[in-house]
């Protein structure tokens, strides 16, 4: 099936509108660019021009509008000033032209007329029905169609590596960078604003782009996180992704996501401490992509990557021809968080046997600048064999015994054989150029410093880090404690129709409860007779806190008193501290005093567990530093729900303070389990309650008996009180946990029914291997045996936002296993989706193919596809009873005769099923 943006990415015919024969205009550049060696029209391609002005445009007939084309474009490539856009839209639309790259300047949203323009080109688009790539974008090359409609001063070599980029200055240094390099492209596509086609589009175009082996995107901001995540994720799992990301340190208020997000300032310690990189981040690494920081290493990382040698895990061990570049290496390798491996004895013995004796007899190896190329590889050999080595750097620096090129000709045959990367440096020029090129001839990157190097390999090891998170999949509700979610929701309810947007701190606190999280008990007094009596229930010593939703941080207005001991200091401090409120904040309206217990932990450590809102990716926890200074510090890290306790943990090794919880001399270390079980229970109030817009633990007060949220607060959205089954107010849809039922057969059987997980790969596995020759070839329409790592990955590794896979199963733990499997993925139009199904031999006839899809029916049309369609072979009679009973009707046939095509309307309601033919 062709993908639907293939008008726009592989035309068959363009219109170049604005097409000039003004030498140095726009129009002319693109033009010519387009008719350069005619390898467009050579491929096949019919080109137009349009342009009142001219009759002719380089010898080619010039049309006055597209309508008045032979046959409508494919394409249409807009070089018009900004003012006309909207109009050629509109006009491309009543041509049949649903496809247009504008490639016009003049769009810059930090205008009043810019806006104006940019929200015309975009409704003008949208109602003509035109899909829109830009508008101010250096356009698109396709190298192995010939196809080159950008204003770029030359053209893209071919190759399997897709560039994506926000920005035309980029893209075109890029392209250029990359020809001198050597590499070549099977996409070069510049978005510009991307008020329509975006990153999302374009990596699930990619995903099913066989010319495209791997990604580079360059980033400045994202305008749908759900469907960039969703992408990125699909993508990632069969192609490698590098990211090189702009406006990094660019602060909250700027530009670096989205300059048309206007946010609320935030009204929690985790709002204010969230940075938008460290957002992106976060989405990064659970995404499976890899992310860069420069021009060179972005194409350093991908050929890498293309190599298919990453690293089990993170130690890396250097071998170099001088001691002074090995301790820089060693010096980049501390800063990137890349251990130097340990070598092991026999190492070292096999080393010393090999080596002069003055060798370093330490990581880094490093030999004396008379090292010959046999020593050098006598060196490598071991270090590649030690199973406590996840990687070489080898540095190389110019001396008379060896030249540059001698020596890369002896590594590189190692290079190649390793299953381990080998990553070299050549350091110099003239002399260590020609060790360069020898590498780089072989397709591998040669870096020409320590640092970089260095770098390199830490890329590497962070993208096997990537495509393991990837694999994690958490439910929206992981904790083994049931919530209260009901009862969430209407305290939520109840706020919000007092027009309150936070809630108190005894709310609060109640709202933790729900979700099992410990907090000390709170009663909230209003007069001193009251706390008096409350002091009597929660007992000596205590902690008065005000309580007013008008006060932010408490502690900043003397909102807080520790340790009162007895009835006289109660009344006192009680007194005090409303007098000193008063004076701090005389506008804020105080709702009562909180009456709690002092909690004492001596060896407590202060935590902060935190949500909020970021304006582009949605709810993000935070985890770090808490107490009073805990802005002061900065120390936290930020992920993205939902988690599981790999995914929290991961969370808290990202902070400074991690060190701090394990034991040291005396003091005993914090109950680590008992912190992930409260990032897991706030990741499941995120996910649960869609309104939960901003909330601070603060302090989590954890020692090693267990963990206790003394202060909480809780901001709420009104907006969002409705539930949410697609979970949009989340980057990454979680694992479908609400489609797990016991389902029982019209024969009394019962079974299993649960969404496929990627550690289901085993099971999935066997369940193929165990059909029948003839079933195999009914599902996969040819006699495979087993299925291929790749393609097993394919099938349990879903994206749950656009993809499904149902198990029906039986048996527990190591005995459970696969007797069918239903499951549908997107197609390539967009707005439908295929089913596939397969049911174990002996469970044929039972009803169980039946049911399986009915299921999928429900969940497909809740996932808003509008179709769902399938093939089924000429000889499976069952099911092409299953398809008539199920109320799908047969689709247009393809090429193939022996195959049958259905489809099933999804938008009508269950059981009126009608599909056009």
């Excluded at 190599?307 to 089990?312: D, L, Q, V, Y």
């Excluded at 130097?340 to 880094?364: D, V």
């Excluded at 936290?636 to 991961?650: F, I, T, W, Y």
């Excluded at 309650?689 to 633990?697: N, R, S, V």
């Amino acid at each position: 099936m062709a993908h639907y943006l293939d008008p726009l990415f592989a035309p068959r015919s363009i219109a170049v509108v604005g097409a000039s024969e003004r030498a140095g205009s726009l129009g002319r550049a693109v033009f010519d660019n387009l008719r350069a060696d005619g390898a467009f029209t050579e491929h096949g391609g019919t080109l137009y021009a349009i342009n009142p002005k001219h009759a002719q445009v380089a010898g080619i007939t010039c049309y006055p509008r597209l309508k008045q084309l032979p046959a409508p474009a494919d394409l249409a490539v807009i070089v018009t000033p900004a003012r006309a856009v909207a109009e050629v839209l509109r006009d491309a639309g009543a041509a049949g032209t649903r496809h247009a790259v504008v490639l016009s300047a003049g769009f810059d949203d930090g205008t009043p007329d810019g806006a104006g323009l940019l929200h015309d080109a975009r409704e003008a688009a949208r109602s003509a029905g035109v899909r829109l790539l830009g508008p101010h974008s250096l356009g698109l090359m396709r190298p192995a169609l010939g196809l080159n409609a950008t204003f770029a001063r030359g053209a893209a070599r071919a190759g399997a590596l897709a560039l994506v980029s926000q920005s035309g200055a980029v893209c075109a240094a890029l392209a250029d960078w990359a020809w001198s390099a050597g590499i070549g492209f099977s996409s070069v596509i510049a978005t510009g604003a991307a008020v329509d086609v975006d990153f999302g589009e374009i990596l699930d175009y990619l995903m099913y782009d066989n010319q495209t082996q791997s990604i580079l995107l360059y980033i400045e901001t994202i305008h749908d996180a759900r469907r960039f995540i969703s992408g990125l994720r699909a993508c990632a799992r069969t192609k490698p992704i590098v990211v090189l990301k702009a406006g990094r340190h660019i602060a909250r208020g700027g530009c670096d996501f989205d300059p048309l997000v206007e946010t609320d300032s935030p009204l929690s310690h985790a709002g204010h401490l969230l940075g938008n990189d460290a957002v992106f981040a976060a989405a990064l690494r659970r995404s499976g992509v890899v992310r860069a920081e420069s021009y060179s290493e972005l194409f350093a990382i991908a050929r890498l990557l293309a190599a298919g040698r990453m690293p089990r895990g993170r130690r890396l061990a250097i071998l170099s021809n001088g001691g002074g570049p090995g301790i820089m290496a060693a010096d980049r390798a501390c800063d990137k968080g890349v251990p130097l491996a340990q070598l092991g004895a026999a190492t070292i013995e096999q080393l010393s046997a090999a080596l002069p004796p003055h060798w370093s007899h330490a990581n880094p190896v490093s030999l004396s600048g008379d090292a010959t190329v046999e020593r050098y590889t006598a060196a490598l050999k071991p270090l590649l064999a030690d199973p406590g080595v996840d990687g070489v750097l080898t540095l190389f620096s110019p001396q008379i015994v060896t030249s540059a090129a001698e020596m890369a000709q002896a590594l590189l045959p190692l290079a190649v054989e390793s299953r381990k990367p080998v990553l070299t440096a050549w350091l110099g020029e003239a002399e260590a150029r020609a060790g360069r090129e020898i590498i780089e001839q072989a397709g591998m990157p040669a870096f020409h410093y320590p640092e970089s190097g260095v770098t390199a390999f830490a890329a590497l090891a962070d993208y096997t880090q990537a495509q393991a998170l990837l694999l994690e999949v958490p439910p929206p509700l992981a904790s083994s404690l049931p919530a209260d979610v009901v009862s969430a929701h209407r305290l939520a309810r109840v706020a919000a129709a007092a027009g309150r947007r936070i809630l108190n701190e005894s709310e609060s606190k109640q709202l933790l409860a729900w979700f099992g999280i410990a907090t000390p008990r709170t009663l909230v007094a209003h007069s001193v007779e009251e706390a008096a009596q409350s002091a009597g229930e929660v007992g000596y010593p205590l902690v008065l806190k005000i309580v007013s939703t008008d006060i932010i941080h408490k502690s900043d207005v003397g909102g807080v008193v520790l340790n009162v001991r007895d009835p006289l200091s109660l009344e006192r401090e009680y007194r005090n501290l409303l007098e000193r409120v008063s004076a701090a904040q005389p506008e804020a309206k105080l709702e009562g005093v909180a009456i709690q217990p002092m909690v004492s932990k001596r060896f407590g450590r202060e935590l902060l567990v935190g949500v909020a809102r970021d304006p582009v990716f949605g709810q993000v926890i935070s985890f770090g530093a808490g107490g009073v200074a805990v802005e002061l510090l900065g120390d936290n890290a930020v992920g993205l729900p939902p988690l599981n306790p790999r995914l929290a943990e991961e969370l808290i090794a990202g902070t400074r303070i991690a060190a701090l919880l394990g034991a040291y001399r005396h003091i005993p270390g914090a109950d680590r389990d008992a912190i992930i079980d409260v990032l897991i229970k706030v990741s499941d109030m995120v996910c649960a309650l869609p309104w939960l817009m901003e909330m601070d633990i603060n302090p989590l007060l954890v020692d090693a008996q267990g963990a206790v949220a003394l202060d909480a607060r809780v901001v709420i959205d009104p907006e969002r009180l409705a539930d949410d089954l697609r979970y949009s107010h989340m980057a990454i849809h979680p694992y479908p946990a609400a489609l797990i039922r016991t389902e029982t057969l019209r024969d009394g059987t019962q079974f299993l029914l649960r969404p496929i997980r990627p550690e289901d790969a085993a099971i999935e596995s066997a369940f193929v291997e165990g059909l029948s020759e003839q079933s195999r070839y009914m599902r996969f329409f040819n006699p495979i045996k087993s299925l291929a790592p790749r393609l097993l990955a394919r099938l349990t590794q879903v994206d749950y936002d656009r993809e499904l896979a149902l198990l029906a199963t039986q048996g527990e733990g190591a005995a459970e296993h696969i007797i069918g499997v239903v499951r549908y993925s997107p197609n390539a139009d967009g707005v439908s989706c295929e089913f596939a199904v397969a049911i174990a031999d002996d469970w044929h006839g039972r009803g169980l193919g039946s049911l399986l899809m009915r299921r999928l029916i429900e969940a497909a049309r809740v996932a808003g596809y509008l179709r769902l369609t399938g093939s089924v072979l000429e000889g499976n009679r069952k099911m092409h009873s299953l398809m008539h009973r199920l109320g799908f009707a047969p689709g247009p046939r393809g090429a193939d005769m022996s195959i049958s095509e259905y489809e099933l309307d999804l938008t009508a309601p269950p059981g009126q099923e009608v599909v056009k033919a």
